[in-house]
């Protein structure tokens, strides 16, 4: 948006020189190839913030292309997480009435990242993943299952699955970090909605990693066969977020 | 720190200067010197990247260029299409828009798709062209009007409808030669690229109509979108009427025929919801610990 009238202007005067064109044609889209991104961050000089005095850090493809896997991954994920509470719960309450202020506190926060996930997802034109109903299908049976096995396999569930969801939103925080770092190398900073971005990933990982906490405290360590168990959910999840980030 | 100070300005300057040499190059190709005598020394022959990928889209960004065309490309490409409504998709109209632009015959080598490069490139342009007009704020306001409607009151499916008859509207010109067109396009190799752009048509219909699905839905009214514009193409071409009103009535009836299957595919879908809901708590109340 910000370089492209530059582009346009460009393009339009190559053409007005080269072809009088019979029919209007807008050739923003077609920037020539000389225009490598990457190479592109000369452009940010000339586009300043409105407010702020430092110029726009530019993201270039491969950045775009980590957001957008990245919230592809996290609206999978949390699509997910709400629909394992929301088959783990009623059996869980069922057995353990005094669990359902935890069960409820917990889902409620996860159907608020899934709606902020939503919202990010069609702001920025983001394709949600093509597996989402395979993932709902095997969602719902894992918490099924899991809670059908008892409270502390549901629990050791939460805990193998808020352990890889936390280190997954730690990695994309840590990245948008050294986006941060590259930019006050070059006296840049990130946009407004990067930055509200980090902070909003930050706080969903503190209060994923908090369902953890929640998880061991209510036992889940005690899980009959821990270990086969937690290990099959964690690589179930880094598969899940493997696929979910080319697919 | 004082290594720092040194090495900074040169870090933000060194990318920019190569840059801006290759593209002044690129420039006085095409427009001071009329004619090059060797094109191909200075640009590149090689198939352009095509695959017009969505990514991340942030109004405080520039959007990614869809296609990386050189210039010399989209000069002789620019001005062939002024020769297609009389010669067609074709070699020749290639040729006469190199010899417009101010380069040899042999430049179209340029263009390794050659006819399809043209098909490509028109669709490219009309799709940009398209999003001009929507975000120039105009066309949506037109369609509005025609409706009697304020411009807040239409519904995303009227705007997806006007979209998609402005944009049939814009092939009219080529008419005639269209049916060629879509056989080139319907070719085996050429097929994943058509459609790609296919695709990036009925994305960017339904995302300027502000169509926010972000479950799988995006990909059913995607593929809506994408078969009633394909069967509506093939319908104009046979179109006497002068303003396409027949495939206007067409583009109606395959909206109202989309209506009725996804109302019926939603009723399915509710009734098996509502029955397996049923089952689950008719157990669960029997004491079954499901």
């Known amino acids: 948006m910000l370089s492209s009238p530059i582009l346009r202007r460009c393009a339009l005067t190559h053409c007005r020189h080269s072809a009088p064109a019979a029919t209007p044609i807008f050739l923003d889209f077609l920037a020539p190839s000389t225009f490598k991104h990457g190479q592109c961050r000369q452009a940010s000089t000339t586009a300043g913030t409105p407010g702020g005095s430092k110029p726009l850090y530019v993201l270039s493809k491969e950045q775009r292309e980590f957001m957008d896997s990245a919230l592809r991954v996290n609206q999978a994920g949390e699509i997910a997480a709400t629909l394992i509470y929301k088959a783990q719960t009623p059996q869980i309450v069922r057995s353990y009435p005094h669990l359902r202020p935890l069960m409820k506190h917990m889902y409620d926060q996860e159907a608020g990242h899934l709606k902020t996930f939503n919202h990010l997802i069609a702001k920025h034109q983001i394709r949600p993943t093509a597996m989402s109903p395979a993932w709902e299908v095997a969602a719902t049976f894992l918490g099924w299952s899991t809670a059908a096995l008892g409270r502390e396999a549901a629990m050791a569930c939460t805990e193998a699955v808020e352990t890889e969801i936390g280190s997954h939103y730690n990695d994309q925080v840590r990245e948008i970090l050294s986006w941060e770092a590259d930019a006050e190398r070059r006296g840049e900073e990130l946009d407004e909605e990067l930055k509200e971005m980090l902070a909003t990933f930050r706080r969903i990982r503190d209060e994923e990693l908090e369902h953890l906490d929640h998880a061991v405290a209510n036992d889940s360590k005690e899980a009959k066969p821990y270990d086969p168990l937690v290990d099959v959910i964690r690589f179930g999840c880094r598969a899940a977020i493997k696929i979910s980030e080319k697919v | ?290």
């Not at chain 2, 352009?48 to 889209?57: E, I």
């Not at chain 2, 399809?116 to 799709?127: E, Q």
Request: glycine share 6%.
């Open chain 2, 1 to 290: 720190m004082a290594y720092l100070t040194r090495t900074l300005p040169k870090r933000v300057f060194t990318p920019s200067l190569p840059q801006s040499i290759r593209q002044t190059r690129a420039i006085t190709i095409t427009t001071l010197q009329p004619t090059p005598t060797r094109p191909t020394q200075t640009t590149r022959t090689s198939k352009p990247r095509q695959l017009p990928q969505r990514t991340y889209h942030s109004a405080l960004h520039a959007r990614l260029p869809d296609h990386s065309y050189t210039n010399s490309q989209t000069a002789i490409l620019t001005s062939a299409l002024a020769h297609v409504p009389a010669h067609g998709f074709t070699a020749t109209a290639l040729t006469l828009g190199a010899r417009d632009a101010g380069f040899l015959d042999v430049s179209v080598q340029l263009l390794p798709r050659a006819e399809f490069d043209l098909i490509l490139f028109w669709l490219a342009s009309r799709r940009g062209l398209l999003r001009g007009q929507v975000e120039e704020g105009g066309l949506f306001r037109r369609i509005a009007a025609e409706k009697g409607k304020d411009i807040h009151e239409l519904s995303v499916e009227e705007r997806v409808r006007g979209l998609i008859l402005e944009r049939l509207r814009m092939n009219a010109e080529v008419k005639g030669v269209w049916q060629d067109a879509l056989a080139q396009m319907s070719l085996l190799a050429n097929i994943p690229l058509s459609l790609t752009e296919l695709h990036a048509l009925a994305s960017d219909i339904l995302t300027l109509s502000g169509d926010d699905a972000v479950d799988a839905t995006w990909y059913t009214r995607r593929l809506a979108v994408s078969a009633i514009y394909a069967s509506a193409e093939v319908v104009m071409t046979r179109d006497p009427t002068p303003d396409l009103v027949e495939t206007e009535a067409f583009v109606e009836r395959r909206f109202e025929d989309r209506k009725v299957i996804a109302d019926k595919l939603i009723g399915i879908g509710q009734c098996a919801g509502f029955g397996w809901n049923t089952a689950i708590g008719l157990g669960r109340s029997w004491g079954l610990k499901i």
